[in-house]
């Protein structure tokens, strides 16, 4: 099983609030990655790292930041969370000697 | 990045053999193909990887002919619980490049 954990599993919060999702990996891995998807719809890169102090934006614009001041952990912020942002988020991280990712259990958003 | 085609649905009875072909005309020397398996509500999970020929793992086989311009996973024997949807992903391993796109994928639906 991969050691991969984002937490909270499912969060409603109103609009306007500043929220924190978490994501941990005890894999050691450098490349670590946050994906949006809305059910039944593609996967959108919208952050991605290679390591320590590294964030970078991905293919799809988002309004939320990242940090990665330790390998381990990678968590996205929203300043003001609106209903737009309504939507699961995965965090994921893969093994430098290949092409395997590891995805953690989602973060399932609301705005409401 | 290579441009993948995959089919965006397939159906299949219990117990047949599903074989799910991926286009990517354009793959690179470097390139590997790697499959996933998304269960809704869930984050992808790796189900094998190739570079040419054959692989075989515990879930399935990935054939890949000797011009790597398309990829077959075949899933042996599907279940109702083989329900989800695929993903071929093509792109370099042991680079620092971004290389987890993940385009529509295939939605295997498993009929009883």
């Known amino acids: 099983e991969a050691d991969i954990y984002q937490t909270p599993r499912y969060l409603v919060i109103g609009t306007g609030k500043k929220i924190t999702l978490e994501c941990s990996q005890t894999?050691?891995?450098?490349?670590m990655y946050w994906y949006q998807q809305d059910p039944g719809m593609e996967l959108h890169l919208i952050h991605y790292?290679?390591?320590?102090?590294?964030?970078e934006k991905g293919d799809l614009s988002s309004e939320s930041t990242v940090s990665r001041i330790r390998t381990e952990h990678f968590p996205l912020t929203l300043e003001s969370a609106r209903p737009s942002h309504t939507s699961q988020y995965l965090c994921?991280?893969?093994?430098?000697?290949?092409?395997?990712?590891?995805f953690g259990q989602g973060t399932r958003l609301t705005v409401v | 990045l290579a441009k993948i085609t995959q089919p965006i649905s397939m159906d299949s009875y219990e117990g047949q053999e599903v074989n799910i072909t991926c286009s990517h005309n354009n793959i690179a020397t470097n390139d590997y193909i790697t499959w996933y398996q998304q269960f809704p509500s869930q984050g992808p999970r790796f189900i094998i990887q190739?570079?040419?020929t054959k692989v075989t793992n515990e879930v399935a086989s990935l054939f890949i002919p000797a011009d790597r311009k398309s990829s077959t996973l075949s899933l042996p024997r599907v279940s109702l619980s083989d329900t989800a949807v695929y993903y071929c992903l093509v792109g370099p391993i042991l680079t620092g490049a971004n290389n987890l796109f993940f385009g529509t994928g295939t939605r295997l639906t498993v009929i009883p």
């Open positions: 994921a991280s893969s093994d430098p000697r290949g092409f395997q990712a590891f």
């Open positions: 190739g570079y040419k």
């Open positions: 790292s290679y390591g320590v102090n590294s964030t």
């Open positions: 894999m050691g891995h450098d490349k």
